[in-house]
């Protein structure tokens, strides 16, 4: 029962991710960007086939762009998206009176 | 303890994840093998991922047209966006492949029949999902900041 369910919910991704991929072939068939020049069409087609160590700086280069990007998402969205507290536009009730009369 | 299995499973899981986000941005420094390997592998995932956050993506479907917080509703845009350029990415990267397609289906492609104007969308795309995984990765901070505390407090007590 428990595969059937996990087996439905794949396929429906796989349905989606389907029609996402329709869409994507329709854009990429209707566009026509000009090309770039052909040292970069040359250096694209002939990416080296083995890991190359000397280039781990790039990848840490965009370790750190990803956590730049998810400090300024992060104070974007703490500023944007949390509600306001709920006190927020009411008045300060400071229980002077109560405190008066307990005096 | 199947709940922490379940997390644990989910917490390195993401790790995984954002950590070939960064690797597939560098061709020169994977490889072009590894980078149409691992590129082949986020499908299975990304599909992972999805499965194991299955309740929330019902929860909000569900509530999408109804009540919803700007938070929710914009966490459920982000992700919806995120699942579609990266379908995209992965299809563009499937067109141009030069090594892991050619390897699973037996064509012989050589470098100069690649299709420049997918070989671009690819790139775009790739780029696009730099920022969306950190807009993902920062609206949902508190959840990975909670799964960070819980996994490792499991392998303190283990270790204890």
């Known amino acids: 029962m428990k595969v059937v369910r996990i087996f439905s919910r794949l396929m429906l991704l796989l349905f989606i991710a389907a029609a996402f991929v329709g869409l994507t072939a329709i854009y990429g068939s209707s566009t026509h960007p000009a090309l770039p ?62 405190n008066n009369r307990r005096a | ?35 149409e390997w691992l590129g082949l592998a986020m499908i299975a995932m990304i599909l992972a ?31 919806f966006a995120f699942f579609f350029i990266v379908t995209g990415a992965i299809f563009s990267g499937i067109l141009v492949s030069q090594k892991a397609i050619p ?4 064509a012989r492609v050589s470098a100069d029949e690649m299709n420049m104007r997918w070989a671009m969308l690819h790139e775009d795309l790739g780029a696009t999902i730099l920022f969306l995984a950190a807009f993902h990765l920062a609206i949902n901070w ?8 819980n996994v490792f407090r499991c392998f303190r007590e283990s270790a204890l």
């Not at chain 1, 694209?44 to 280069?61: D, I, K, L, T």
């Not at chain 2, 299955?54 to 914009?74: G, H, P």
């Not at chain 2, 390897?103 to 037996?106: F, P, S, V």
Request: proline share 4%.
């Open chain 1, 37 to 98: 020049n052909a040292l970069y069409q040359e250096e694209q087609r002939h990416e080296p086939s083995s890991p190359e160590v000397g280039y781990f700086s790039q990848f840490v280069g965009y370790g750190i762009m990803l956590a730049v990007f998810c400090y300024a998402g992060r104070m974007l969205f703490r500023l944007r998206l949390n509600p306001a507290p709920h006190g927020e536009g009411q008045p300060i009730v400071l229980g002077l009176r109560g």
């Open chain 2, 1 to 35: 303890m199947k709940r922490h299995w379940r997390l644990k499973m989910t917490f390195w899981l993401d790790i995984a994840l954002l950590v070939s986000v960064c690797a597939l941005q560098t061709v020169r420094f994977t490889g072009l093998v590894v980078h």
């Open chain 2, 49 to 79: 991922h999805l499965l194991f956050s299955w309740s929330w993506i019902v929860t909000q479907s569900r509530r999408f047209c109804a009540k919803q917080t700007a938070r929710e509703r914009t966490n459920y845009l982000l992700n």
């Open chain 2, 103 to 106: 390897t699973l289906t037996g």
């Open chain 2, 142 to 149: 508190d959840w990975l900041l909670a799964a960070t505390g």
